[in-house]
Nanobody, 124 residues
Framework: QVQLVESGGGLVQPGDSLTLACAAS????????MGWFRQAPGKAREFVAS????????YYGDSVKGRFVIARDNAKSTVYLQMNSLKSEDTAVYYC?????????????????WGQGTQVIVSS
């Protein structure tokens, strides 16, 4: 049984930074790509970032490229999403996801396990 637990969400102001964390348990974290997605009210789930099993390969959604950074600590079975220069349009529930592939993926269909999500609100 895979369990993904996100943390770090909250209310921040535009321009602030925030780091999300996702702790994985239940099955091996090693050798598996991880990703972050988000869903804003009334909108479809959106790809944010993904990272390969080694951490050497990453992808970012166009809306966050240059502002967000994904990283992983395999020793801690944790993946992070550092979010900088936050904008109001970044407001969403952020989900951590575990793929069954080693290479980074951008499609939600390639992720088989999902966390419960953590809310991020960017507002002045």
């Amino acid at each position: 049984q895979v369990q993904l637990v996100e943390s770090g969400g909250g209310l921040v102001q535009p321009g602030d930074s925030l780091t999300l964390a996702c702790a994985a348990s239940g099955r091996s974290f090693i050798g598996i790509a991880m990703g972050w997605f988000r869903q804003a009210p009334g909108k479809a789930r959106e790809f944010v970032a993904s990272i390969s099993s080694s951490g050497g390969g990453t992808y970012y959604g166009d809306s966050v490229k240059g502002r967000f950074v994904i990283a992983r600590d395999n020793a801690k079975s944790t993946v992070y999403l550092q979010m900088n220069s936050l904008k109001s349009e970044d407001t969403a529930v952020y989900y951590c996801a575990r793929s069954s592939y080693s290479s980074a993926r951008t499609s939600a269909a390639d992720y088989y396990y999902w966390g419960q999500g953590t809310q991020v609100i960017v507002s002045s």
